[in-house]
């Protein structure tokens, strides 16, 4: 369907119009009618019409005013001339800034018709053309994009491979005194995880249409690091304004604050003139953004030469390490936390320590976890993701992966004790099976399996759904009735064959459990047989 606007200072002159259009069974549809050129161009950023039909004598802004800035500005809209006049100004005017047809009042509806076919088909085509053109330029965008991500990571080494791909990407020769800014952004994975449902591509994707939006640049030498956590962008001397970096910084900043409420961390290589450069720049801007404070904040620029030697971190302690180790291999979760907590309670109240730095002690805390506990990590392997490291840039995603990394052992850990509670109690069910006829305490199975007596008793009542007496009585009358059954041994015999020297403390239990004397039972299963 077809947008049509309708624009003539006389009333019925809009509707006879309109009506016309209406009654021409085309693929056109009447959306919006006005009285001049001023008040029709406030119009069509709101209704965006394909077409529009106009007359040229009116107030305000004639015709001819209409059509020069509908050629400059809206160069998409196909205009339609239906005028009262023959004036030659009026038709050179109408050639000059392409109107399709230019119809003299009254008009026919055959030659309407005719000229709203016309304006279809070149609005159609002009439509085509255009989507031709972008989906050409989204291409070699998305090509140059992946050469330079290529270059970068040192998949393309060879110089002469790269001169050559540069060419057919139609990339600029002359670099010289060109620089490459890398970007990372603050409070990024937290703002991918709440606004973005924890999609970060859709998030990154986001930030460069702002960056090519703000450039007004399609084919920028804009592209993603490979770990799609940076955007990386050459810049050149019209770019950049003296030792302050880039000049659009501050603004991008601002945009992707207000919209999307990250902050800029950006850093700036030294200078270079051939892409063959592009691995060593991408170090250089990727340190420098790495001597950023963790607890700065709003936009930064970390110019590569600026950069000063680190403190070495030191707030994780190798004695701090082994601890954690000792804490997390034996499930210790009270002390894990702990560790943590301290550790989190250093890096919050330092003010001085970098990205980089805390990177690195946490890089060694999640060494601790993967080692000391593999089934863990490949049970969570989102949460022990390196990347979540190396995208950090601030105190609050600190906190955040402390908290999921603690989270995640507590959970383990509790299975885990579980698991091994459910074997020993097993295992211990096991051994009273086969000695069941023994003289056999609760004290002697915390003793043999190394418990404590009281904590064994709440365990295997937990576990068994039974308490330890309970469960030795069970196996010993269910071996009793066994034997009552299948043999003709006397009943003091059986009492002592399960355990029991006093046969008439073996009745008396017998006969609470089954609700019969021994002999009793006996006899009801001879009974049956």
Not at 20 to 45: T, W
Not at 256 to 279: H, I, N, T
Not at 291 to 297: I, K
Request: net charge negative.
């Amino acid at each position: 369907m077809y947008k049509v606007m309708v624009v003539d200072d006389e009333l019925w002159g809009r509707r006879a119009i309109s009506k016309m259009i209406s009654e021409l069974a085309l693929d056109v549809e009447v959306i919006a009618e006005a009285r001049h050129g001023e008040e029709a161009l406030k119009l069509i950023g709101v209704s965006k019409p394909h077409i529009v039909v106009t007359d040229m004598n009116m107030p305000v802004m004639d015709g001819l005013q209409f059509l020069e800035h509908l050629h400059e500005h809206h160069s998409d809209i196909r205009v339609i001339v239906i005028s009262g006049y023959s004036q030659f100004e009026y038709l050179r005017g109408a050639i000059r800034y392409q109107a399709c047809e230019y119809l003299l009042k009254p008009v026919s509806i055959g030659d309407l018709r005719s000229a709203m076919i016309k304006a279809a088909e070149l609005s159609r085509t002009y439509r085509s053309h255009q989507q031709q053109k972008k989906e050409a330029v989204d291409l070699l965008k998305l090509k140059r994009s992946a050469f330079l991500q290529n270059v970068t990571a040192e998949r393309i080494t060879n110089p002469s491979d790269i001169l050559k791909h540069q060419e057919e990407l139609q990339i600029p020769s002359g670099l010289e005194h060109s620089r490459l800014v890398v970007m990372m952004f603050r409070h990024f994975q937290e703002t991918a995880r709440t606004r973005f449902h924890g999609n970060a591509d859709l998030l990154m994707f986001s930030i460069e249409n702002i960056l090519h939006e703000l450039l007004q640049d399609e084919l920028a030498l804009v592209y993603k690091s490979d770990d799609r956590l940076r955007i990386c962008l050459v810049v050149n001397g019209t770019l950049t304004t003296g030792t302050q970096g880039p000049a659009w910084l501050p603004e991008f900043h601002k945009a992707v604050q207000r919209m999307l409420k990250l902050e800029v961390c950006a850093g700036l290589s030294p200078s270079f003139s051939e892409l063959a450069e592009l691995p060593h720049m991408f170090r250089a801007a990727n340190k420098a953004i790495g001597g950023a404070r963790l607890h700065d904040s709003g936009c930064g620029l970390y110019p590569a030469e600026d950069q000063i030697e680190t403190r070495g971190g030191g707030l994780l302690t190798s004695f701090d390490l082994q601890a954690l180790r000792q804490a997390v291999a034996s499930g210790n979760v009270k002390e894990v936390r702990e560790l943590l907590h301290n550790y989190l309670t250093k890096v919050t109240e330092c003010g001085v320590i970098t990205v980089s730095e805390v990177q690195q002690e946490l890089t060694r805390i999640m060494d601790v976890a993967v080692s000391e506990l593999k089934v863990m990590v490949s049970a969570s392997p989102t949460v022990f993701d390196p990347q979540s490291i190396t995208g950090l840039m601030d105190g609050r995603e600190v906190t955040l992966l402390l908290g999921r990394w603690l989270e995640a052992i507590e959970e383990y850990s509790t299975d885990r004790n579980e698991s091994e509670s459910i074997q020993m109690i097993q295992s211990i069910a096991a051994f009273l099976n086969d000695h069941y006829f023994e003289d056999i305490s609760l004290i002697d199975i915390a003793t043999r399996f190394h418990m404590d007596p009281s904590y064994l008793s709440k365990l295997f009542k937990t576990v068994t759904s039974e308490n330890f007496i309970e469960y030795l009585t069970r196996k010993r009358m269910e071996k009793a009735c066994e034997l009552l059954r299948a043999s003709d041994r006397k009943i003091s015999d059986i009492s002592e064959l399960v355990g029991y020297e006093n046969q008439r403390y073996f009745s008396q239990v017998f006969k609470k459990s089954t609700g019969q004397t021994p002999s009793e039972y006996r006899d009801s299963h001879l009974q049956r047989d």
